[in-house]
């Protein structure tokens, strides 16, 4: 059984910065690619960043030069680093993997709120 462990959400400022954290456990032999999603109040969840298993990244053009995704391949543990918050980050985010050959995984979301 592979579960997605996700940490770091909270309360900041407008300008502030905060660490998500996503820990997959279970049995995995390899993962293509890790991902953040986040999803507004009554808007669509949307992909925030993306990196494949050898360190290719992408992200949405509302988050770059703010967030930065990285990983750490021995723990299966995926991070997402955003600095510069603003009001239009607060979402519920999501964590998300694609193991090889497998379906994708989904994590049980952690809320991050911006406001002052």
């Known amino acids: 059984q592979v579960q997605l462990v996700e940490s770091g959400g909270g309360l900041v400022q407008p300008g502030g910065s905060l660490r998500l954290s996503c820990a997959a456990t279970g049995r995995l032999f390899a993962i293509d690619e890790m991902a953040w999603y986040r999803q507004a109040p009554g808007k669509q969840r949307e992909l925030v960043a993306s990196?494949?298993?050898?360190?290719?990244?992408t992200y949405s053009d509302s988050v770059k030069d703010r967030f930065t995704i990285s990983r750490d391949s021995a723990k299966n543990t995926v991070y997402l680093q955003m600095n510069s918050l603003k009001s239009e980050d607060t979402a519920v985010y999501y964590c998300?993997?694609?193991?090889?050959?497998?379906?994708?995984?989904w994590g049980q979301g952690t809320q991050v709120t911006v406001s002052s």
């Open positions: 990196i494949a298993r050898f360190g290719r990244t």
């Open positions: 998300n993997i694609k193991p090889s050959f497998r379906p994708e995984y």
